[in-house]
C-alpha cells in the first residue's frame, strides 16, 4: 500500500513527527516504529507510529513480436522457481477473438498450462461484477501467492486485472499487456487499478470510483497489437497522446502534426522510426511525470489535462465518446480556456484546432452544456481536494499552468467560441 503523506518524509523520531506527538524509537525496530513519549491528548494512554516505505519497482519494456514462439517473455519472465509451469490470463473479448488461437499455440509451443478468463473490454463492463467474476476464476484456479497474474487486452481489463490482484490475498502480482494504442501510451504505463461505480443517490457512473494505487510488476508492450484495430480506435489512443504533446512535448506535437493522419492510416507499423519514436516519448513523459508522485500526494498534475471534464463528457455524451476521445473534447476545450483568459494567442489555438481535425479527433460534444461543465467542475474540486487545480497550456505548446477558479461566463464563452469555429 502506499506509505502516508506522514510517513513520507515527516521526520519521524525523537523530535516528534507530522502529528505534533514526540517518538522514540524501540530497540528491536528502531528505524520503522517509533513509542509516543508524548502523547497526542490527555485521553490517549499509549501510542506508538510504524513507518515503512514500501519499495516500488516495475519495468516496462517494448518489444516486436510478443506471441511470436521464439520470444519467451510471456511464458517464461516472472515464473516462480520450482513453480508449476502454469498462467492466469485476464483477456479481452476482442483481443481473444483475434489472438486466442495465437496465444493458445504461443504457451503450448513453451509447455506452459494456461487458464484464462475472458472479459468484455468496453468501458460499461468495468465494474465489480467483473472483479468479482476473476476473483471467483483465481480461487478456482488456486493462483499461488508469487504467481503473476497476466492481463491482455486494453485498458479496462488492465484496470479491472489490476484491481483483482491488489485485493487477492491481499496482494499478488501481475503484468500488463496493452494491446490499443491508448493502453500502451496510457493504462500501461502508471499504477492505477479500480472499476467505476454508480451513485447511490441517482445512479449516476462515477468513473474510476473504486480502486487502488498498485503498480504491476512489468508492462510489456508491443505495437503490433495496434494493426488489428479499427480507425477509430487508434485515433482514440491519439486523444491521449495529443495531451501529452500539449502540455509537455513541443516534440511529439511536431511529430503528430506532421506525420498523425499516416500514422492512423498505417496503424503504428511503419517501419521509418516516427511511430516508435511518437510511442516512446508518450511512455517516457508519462514516466517522468509520475515517477516522482505515484501516490498523487501532490494533486497539481500536467497528466491530468484533459480530465477535468471528460469524466463526465464521456459518460454522458450521446452516441457515447471513447475515454481518449472525451479526454480530447475536454483538452481542445481548455485550449480556448486558454485563449480566453490570454495564455495563448489565436493563431496557436487555430494550428491546435487544424492538426487535432486533420487527425479526427473530435473538439466537441453536444454534451458540453454549461450544467454539464459545471458539474464536472464540482467533480474536479472533490477528486483534487477542494481546489480545481486545472492544468491549461501557458504561453506556448508544451508549457502550462494551473487554475483554481473558473466563471460560468469564462465557460459560456469559451462554448460560443467553439460554436462559432466549428
Known amino acids: ?40 491528548n490527555e485521553r490517549c494512554t499509549k501510542g506508538w507510529t510504524n513507518v515503512y516505505d514500501r519499495p516500488v519497482e516495475y ?38 477473438e483475434l ?46 501467492r508469487r504467481e503473476p497474474i497476466l492481463a491482455i487486452g486494453g485498458g479496462v481489463v488492465l484496470d479491472i486485472t ?64 495496434i494493426a488489428t484495430q479499427d480507425t477509430r480506435n487508434v485515433i482514440n489512443g491519439l486523444g491521449e497522446i495529443m495531451k501529452l504533446a500539449l502540455v509537455r512535448s513541443p516534440e511529439l506535437f511536431g511529430l503528430i502534426e506532421k506525420h498523425g493522419a499516416r500514422l492512423v492510416k498505417e496503424r503504428f507499423q511503419s517501419d521509418d522510426g516516427v511511430a516508435d519514436r511518437v510511442i516512446e516519448i508518450s511512455i ?8 516522482p508522485n505515484l501516490w498523487e500526494f501532490k494533486l497539481e498534475r500536467c497528466v491530468d489535462y484533459g480530465h477535468s471534464f471528460s469524466k463526465i463528457i464521456e459518460f454522458e455524451s450521446a452516441p457515447p465518446l471513447m475515454h481518449g476521445e472525451a479526454v480530447n473534447v475536454d483538452g481542445f476545450f481548455c485550449v480556448v480556456l486558454s485563449l480566453m483568459r490570454g495564455w495563448i494567442s489565436e493563431p496557436l489555438c487555430l494550428r491546435i484546432l487544424a492538426v487535432m481535425r486533420q487527425l479526427g ?5 453536444a454534451s458540453m452544456t454549461l450544467p454539464n461543465l459545471a458539474r464536472a467542475c464540482s467533480d474536479a474540486l472533490e477528486h483534487r481536494h477542494g481546489q480545481l487545480r486545472m492544468p491549461l497550456v ?29
Not at 468484455?120 to 461484477?129: I, M, R, S
Not at 517516457?284 to 515517477?291: A, D, H, K, S, V
Open 59 to 96: 519495468t516496462v519494456e517494448m518489444y516486436h513480436g510478443l506471441l511470436d514462439v521464439e520470444n519467451s517473455v510471456l511464458a517464461t519472465r516472472y515464473m516462480p522457481e520450482g513453480g508449476m509451469r502454469r498462467r492466469f490470463l485476464v483477456v479481452d473479448k476482442t483481443v481473444h
Open 394 to 422: 501557458r504561453n506556448a505548446i508544451g508549457e502550462y499552468g494551473f487554475v483554481n477558479e473558473l466563471s460560468e461566463d469564462e465557460l459560456e464563452r469559451a462554448i460560443a467560441w467553439i460554436r462559432t469555429h466549428l
Open 361 to 365: 479527433l473530435p473538439v466537441f460534444d
Open 162 to 225: 489490476g484491481f483483482v490482484a491488489s485485493m487477492y490475498r491481499r496482494g499478488v502480482p501481475y503484468i500488463r499487456v496493452p494491446t490499443t494504442l491508448l493502453g500502451i501510451v496510457d493504462a500501461s504505463v502508471g499504477v492505477k487499478t479500480g472499476v467505476d461505480y454508480k451513485s447511490p443517490r441517482d445512479g449516476t457512473p462515477l468513473k474510476n470510483r473504486v480502486g487502488a494505487f498498485y503498480a504491476p510488476i512489468a508492462a510489456f508492450l508491443d505495437k503490433r497489437f
Open 1 to 40: 500500500m502506499p506509505p502516508t503523506p506522514e510517513a513520507n518524509g515527516s521526520g519521524v523520531g525523537g523530535d516528534g513527527g507530522a502529528d505534533g506527538v514526540m517518538h522514540a524509537p524501540l530497540e528491536l525496530a528502531p528505524e520503522n516504529v517509533f513509542a509516543h513519549t508524548v502523547l497526542y
Open 284 to 291: 517516457q513523459t508519462m514516466l517522468e511525470e509520475l515517477g
Open 99 to 144: 489472438y486466442g488461437d495465437a496465444i493458445a499455440r504461443y504457451f503450448a509451443h513453451h509447455k506452459v498450462q494456461i487458464k484464462v478468463v475472458v472479459l468484455p473490454g468496453e468501458e460499461e463492463n468495468k465494474h465489480l461484477d467483473a472483479v468479482m467474476q476473476v476473483l471467483d476464476a483465481l480461487c478456482e484456479f488456486g493462483l499461488h
